[in-house]
């Protein structure tokens, strides 16, 4: 009797673990979807379900934060706010807190401290990054510092500074901010009581465009998605300050048209997705132990202008603006496609770990 409890026992542990579900929300023009396995595991095949958890709109970004998810968003003309949100248990979100942001600018961009004590926010339009100080709870407090960036560069749409991109180094020692409109990374010292103090501004190749940031495993690299030359660009840590090591194209040598770079993000596998705009393709880019990049493969992103992308739980999770589609992707021998939902306008995804 002990064994068969104990087979009892071991079953139920793996039919548990095996329905363990997944959360993904998909921000854009229609608010906050929330898309979630209905079931999973032996013997129930995978499905998925997806609902509006949030009445609003014109979501631009999201972040989260342990139970607390932030998303910025367009209220009315010239009128931009971060609205904060609990996470319940079963996806659902409450609304606890919002910011409105001063002037007539909003975030393209917005991401939390590691210690949960700042949010960060990047204004394309207005060329300046917020650094907002938060409560213990998650909650807004005020506008610490606004930091606005000056400059141009060799492209048409360079005339001014347009920061796209801030969030703290693995180590946390730091936060860089890419400013497609300079071709710079802005460095910041970062400390949990003084806040950032600006360090330096390291240089990308002119007309380079950068966009979005991401770190290698180890997180001695810093990549770079650059939207203008649809190119990335590698970044060695050396005394706290980047050092450019090598550029990449996101194209294959073959084609030829118009194509931007959008989100990167490390893959759990340790190479780097980058979606290509216009090519409408996901880049695969791995890295040697020296930093250096090399295009490994692209796939089709099975629709128009896949603006962001995220990894949870064996998945990758992709948004193609366009074409008004949110899709899941499993790894097999190489990514499939395996469900898909139709939503206005979406523009940011971010799965729960």
């Not at 579900?21 to 921000?27: A, F, L, P």
């Not at 693995?170 to 806040?195: M, N, R, T």
Request: proline fraction near 4%; charged fraction near 20%; aromatic fraction near 10%.
């Amino acid at each position: 009797m002990k064994t068969l409890y104990l087979l009892l026992g071991t079953a139920l542990l793996a039919f548990l673990a095996g329905c363990a579900s997944q959360h993904v929300y998909i921000g854009g023009n229609d608010g906050i979807h929330l898309a979630r396995y209905t079931n999973q595991g032996l013997p129930i095949p995978r499905s998925w379900m997806m609902r509006k958890v949030d009445t609003g709109s014109n979501v631009s970004y999201m972040a989260v934060k342990e139970h607390t998810l932030y998303a910025a968003r367009r209220i009315a003309k010239g009128a931009h706010c971060v609205d904060v949100f609990r996470i319940r248990r079963n996806g659902s979100l409450k609304k606890a807190d919002a910011f409105l942001i001063p002037g007539n600018h909003g975030y393209c961009h917005i991401s939390v401290s590691q210690d949960g004590k700042y949010l960060f926010g990047s204004s394309y339009s207005g060329g300046f990054m917020d650094l907002l100080s938060l409560v213990p709870d998650g909650g807004i407090i005020k506008l610490e510092k606004r930091f606005t960036f000056t400059g141009r560069s060799i492209h048409k749409r360079q005339k001014h500074a347009h920061p796209h991109f801030a969030a703290q180094t693995p180590d946390g020692s730091s936060v860089l901010v890419a400013d497609l409109g300079c071709d710079k990374i802005h460095v910041f010292d970062y400390d949990a009581k003084k806040g950032l103090t600006q360090r330096q501004s390291v240089a990308l190749p002119p007309g380079s465009g950068p966009r979005h940031l991401s770190f290698s495993a180890d997180g001695k690299f810093v990549v770079s998605a650059n939207e203008l030359n649809n190119t990335v660009a590698s970044f060695k840590f050396e005394k706290g300050s980047p050092l450019l090591v090598s550029v990449c194209s996101l194209l294959p040598s073959a084609w030829s048209g118009t194509s931007y770079a959008g989100a990167i993000k490390t893959a759990p596998c340790g190479v780097f997705f980058v979606s290509n705009r216009g090519h409408n393709s996901i880049a695969v880019v791995s890295m040697a132990s020296d930093g250096r990049l090399k295009l490994a493969n692209t796939f089709a992103s099975s629709g128009d202008f896949p603006y962001d992308l995220s990894f949870g739980k064996g998945n990758m999770f992709l948004v193609n603006m366009k074409s008004d589609c949110f899709s899941v992707w499993e790894k097999d021998d190489g990514w499939k496609k395996t469900a898909a939902f139709t939503l206005r306008r979406p523009m940011c995804v971010i799965a729960m770990p």
